[in-house]
């Protein structure tokens, strides 16, 4: 393979959180208006915004084309991005390559999803061909089930136990304590985590994301507009990106980063040790004790071992989800694909939503997305760190 | 009539329990799934270049891109993973939770989701069933390798399946060799009651045959030729029905230019056609209340393509067998299976002088209830009717030229 150009010139910037609703009587194209508006706030006007990068669920029958009209938007570059959770990471390395090659100069990357009382069992109905043809008439468990089964094959093949599953989540509440943003802030024990109720064995209550409405947003320009307008930002040090990784395991063990692990660090220049935060996909716990293992954060089959020795909490050894991540901050759809690199940039800005980790400057955001049929296909990883 | 006969003891205006089906959406690659495995097909696709077997269903290989046909393929799986599915935002499968579905690797190569037989859980050997959901569409079901898993008897399974033990079956024509072996069969599979429908006696030496020995048999007038008959034996029905087999239709030999008798095709059509029509309309409404009804009927396999020698009962099979497929296609919304058993002369008075292979109505009766019982949409009876459905399914326009000469 060619080595790959490094992201020189350009910068991210401006992350923006729309602050979630458990059920939203608006539209996508309104979560995604407040989101530019947030954009706008660091003194863009729209007329500024050449390029536009946009992912969501809920925006049906417009995708980005639609969108840019609503929004009233002109821009020279102009991406819509379908792949959920994977969707942030891949949205800033598009947008990027756009502004380092000069397709675009100021990339607005937003994701926003709405939460109508019906919207959850919608959405599933119409996901994909293999899941209406293959996975639904299957119990209609949702990913719960999809989750559920890769969960149970996962625990069998590296011993972990349901307890370590219950440390991700319980660090993560604890994170999300200090978030005034996330839909779940109360205290959660190990012990509510394993008297909760099953939802698909071996898959309880705390292992699931809440759906919701929100929207998440952040610019990608050059390092000279940034300081122009007196924007802070980070720069991209390594991104990676696979889609249907090892299509031959009957069961997902692992994901996509397995096969891009060493081009991401080679790439970055620096190793897991150096990283100061960690925003990892956490649909279920599952899987982000897959990526624990698949970036490299320790050996695969090892993930219990490593819970079990890691503090993840904000001032731990690997702060994880600093946020609370979706399994407490809420999953607003494709947004849930951004919060990631939002709450990453935040924190090596130093600008947090809630507590900061203490001297963060780099963050590795780390994204996982769309199950078309038994395992999510997409997956996607950057290191970003903060310009100083 | 016997006193045996259930009656449901219910107030008219109380509400009556909704039944739902699975989800109903599929692609069309699916949609060919589901008709092979209405026929008792276990089939997947399989690349004509590479040959490697595929699921679920594509549009094209996805090793080399070259075409994909469907193959009969070995029905053996392991279990990988299984869970136990408590919470859903589905009707149907809310009404039966908790559902235990799993992910097996398929003997024939690819990996699949499947419904769970209770016997089963990870790194059991398995047997695969393709099924047909209350909706009609294809679904893989994992059952234990070893041993006979009866569906029926199974909590998940027995959605798969019409049970036929305890339950109340009509036969609309109970009066014929058909429908007297098809009676004596449900007997004997343990039917809860079987109301033997009796058309208008033809001749003295039928009124022999309205005596039934068996408790559990009850018979009741039946002319589907007559719409005030067919309302009659449902309102004296009234209680809880869930299986109708159709045994009627009116066999006779002619031609059109030649020994034409329009009068044996008026009454073809009355009783195959037309009876059919009277018969499921008035059976819809007690069917879609049951939590597994199935209307069945026994066509002949000349509805597929004409014996010019019985024109009248070919063209009026041939309507039958397209009125079939419409009440089928209306059933499916309310969880109903419509099931044709294809059968070729029968041995019994209407085919005296037709020769060799026919097929013996205890044997047609056998067939039947293991139609049910595994679920099936279309099953052929007989050498007779494999054979001309076989020969139909290669090249229509072929069998139907080749029948008559």
């Known amino acids: 393979m060619r080595a790959r150009a490094s992201y020189d010139d350009v910068v991210v910037c401006a992350p923006v959180t729309v602050p979630y609703e458990r059920f939203s009587r608006r539209s996508a194209h309104w979560w995604t208006g407040k989101a530019m508006r947030g954009l706008a706030a660091t003194g863009f006007k729209p007329s500024d915004f050449d390029g536009f990068c946009f992912a969501s669920f809920s925006a049906a029958p417009d995708s980005a084309v639609g969108m840019v009209q609503h929004l009233g938007l002109t821009p020279r570059w102009?991406?819509?991005?379908?792949?959920?959770?994977?969707?942030?990471?891949?949205?800033?390395?598009?947008?990027?390559?756009?502004?380092?090659?000069?397709?675009?100069?100021?990339?607005?990357?937003?994701?926003?999803?709405?939460?109508?009382?019906?919207?959850?069992r919608q959405i599933l109905?119409?996901?994909?061909?293999?899941?209406?043809?293959?996975?639904?008439?299957?119990?209609?468990?949702?990913?719960?089930?999809t989750f559920a089964l890769i969960t149970d094959q996962y625990m069998r093949a590296y011993g972990v136990e349901r307890e370590d599953f219950g440390r991700l989540c319980v660090a993560q509440r604890r994170n999300a304590g200090s978030n005034p943003l996330a839909l779940h802030r109360k205290e959660l024990?190990?012990?509510?985590?394993?008297?909760?109720?099953?939802?698909?064995?071996p898959v309880h209550l705390y292992d699931c994301v809440m759906p919701c409405a929100g929207a998440e947003a952040f610019?990608?320009?050059?390092?000279?507009?940034?300081?122009?307008?007196?924007?802070?930002g980070a720069r991209v040090r390594a991104t990676i990106e696979r889609h249907n990784a090892y299509p031959e395991d009957p069961v997902q063990l692992r994901g996509g980063w397995a096969v891009d692990v060493d081009a991401l660090w080679t790439m970055a220049g620096i190793g897991p040790d150096d990283v100061d935060v960690l925003e990892a996909y956490d649909d279920y716990p599952v899987i982000v004790a897959m990526q624990l293992e698949d970036l490299g954060f320790c050996e695969k089959g090892s993930a219990a071992a490593f819970i079990r020795a890691t503090n993840f909490e904000i001032d731990g050894d690997l702060p994880l989800n600093t946020n609370g991540g979706q399994l407490s901050a809420g999953q607003a759809g494709a947004a849930g694909g951004f919060q990631n690199v939002t709450e990453g940039l935040r924190q090596v800005l130093r600008k947090p939503l809630g507590a900061q980790v203490p001297d963060a400057s780099v963050a590795a955001i780390s994204g996982f997305g769309l199950v078309n049929y038994d395992r999510g296909v997409c997956t996607a990883a950057a290191i970003i760190e903060a310009c100083r | 009539m016997t006193a045996r006969f259930r009656r449901e003891k219910r107030d008219p205006l109380a509400r009556a329990v909704e039944r739902h089906v699975p989800p109903g959406l599929r692609s069309r690659a699916m949609r060919a799934m589901s008709a092979?495995?209405?026929?008792?097909?276990?089939?997947l696709q399989r690349c004509l270049e590479c040959r490697a077997v595929t699921y679920p269903p594509r549009d094209i290989c996805p090793h080399c891109w070259s075409e994909l046909a469907w193959e009969d393929q070995a029905r053996g799986a392991v279990v990988?993973?299984?869970?136990?599915?408590?919470?859903?935002?589905?009707?149907?499968?809310?009404?039966?939770?908790?559902?235990?579905?799993?992910?097996?690797?398929?003997?024939?190569?690819?990996?699949?989701?499947?419904?769970l037989h209770a016997g089963l859980k990870a790194g059991d050997r398995a047997e695969m069933k393709l099924v047909l959901d209350k909706g009609g569409n294809a679904a893989l079901f994992a059952a234990p390798a070893a041993g006979d898993p009866a569906m029926p008897a199974d909590v998940q399974g027995r959605e798969f399946v019409v049970p036929v033990k305890d339950r109340t079956v009509l036969v609309s024509d109970g009066r014929n060799a058909v429908g007297r072996a098809l009676v004596e069969a449900l007997t004997a599979a343990g039917a809860g009651c079987v109301v033997a429908g009796l058309p208008p006696p033809a001749r003295p030496a039928d009124a022999k045959g309205e005596q039934f020995p068996a408790p559990m048999v009850r018979s009741v007038p039946l002319?589907?030729?007559?719409?005030?008959?067919?309302?009659?034996?449902?309102?004296?029905?009234?209680?809880?029905?869930?299986?109708?087999?159709?045994?009627?239709?009116?066999?006779?030999?002619?031609?059109?230019s030649r020994s034409a008798n329009l009068i044996d095709q008026k009454k073809a059509f009355d009783i195959g056609a037309l009876g059919f029509s009277r018969l499921a309309q008035a059976a819809?409404?007690?069917?879609?209340?049951?939590?597994?009804?199935?209307?069945?009927?026994?066509?002949?396999?000349?509805?597929?393509a004409p014996d010019a020698g019985f024109a009248g009962l070919s063209a009026s099979e041939a309507a039958r067998y397209s009125l079939l497929q419409s009440f089928r296609h209306e059933m499916r919304a309310a969880g109903v299976r419509v099931s044709a058993i294809f059968a070729g002369p029968t041995d019994d008075e209407d085919h005296q002088s037709v020769p060799l292979p026919k097929v013996a109505p205890a044997r047609l009766a056998g067939e039947l209830i293991k139609l049910l019982e595994a679920g099936q949409e279309q099953r052929c009876v007989g050498d007779f009717a494999v054979d001309a459905m076989d020969r139909w399914l290669d090249d229509p326009a072929l069998y139907s030229r080749e029948k008559n000469v």
């Open chain 1, 189 to 201: 024990t190990l012990d509510d985590y394993l008297r909760s109720r099953a939802i698909c064995d």
């Open chain 1, 125 to 145: 109905t119409g996901f994909s061909r293999f899941s209406q043809d293959a996975v639904y008439p299957y119990g209609f468990g949702g990913p719960n089930a």
């Open chain 1, 219 to 232: 610019i990608v320009t050059t390092p000279e507009i940034a300081a122009r307008r007196n924007l802070p």
């Open chain 2, 36 to 43: 092979r495995a209405g026929q008792g097909h276990f089939a």
């Open chain 2, 223 to 256: 002319d589907l030729t007559d719409s005030r008959s067919v309302s009659e034996c449902f309102a004296r029905l009234g209680g809880p029905l869930d299986i109708v087999v159709n045994t009627a239709r009116f066999v006779r030999p002619g031609g059109i």
């Open chain 1, 78 to 120: 102009l991406d819509h991005i379908p792949t959920g959770g994977a969707s942030g990471v891949m949205a800033l390395r598009r947008a990027a390559r756009a502004v380092q090659c000069g397709d675009a100069d100021i990339v607005a990357c937003v994701a926003a999803d709405t939460n109508h009382l019906d919207s959850y």
């Open chain 2, 284 to 304: 819809a409404p007690l069917l879609v209340r049951r939590p597994c009804g199935a209307f069945v009927d026994i066509l002949s396999v000349h509805g597929l």
């Open chain 2, 80 to 115: 990988l993973s299984e869970t136990t599915i408590r919470v859903t935002t589905d009707l149907y499968f809310r009404d039966h939770l908790p559902w235990r579905m799993g992910k097996v690797a398929l003997d024939a190569g690819p990996v699949a989701l499947a419904h």
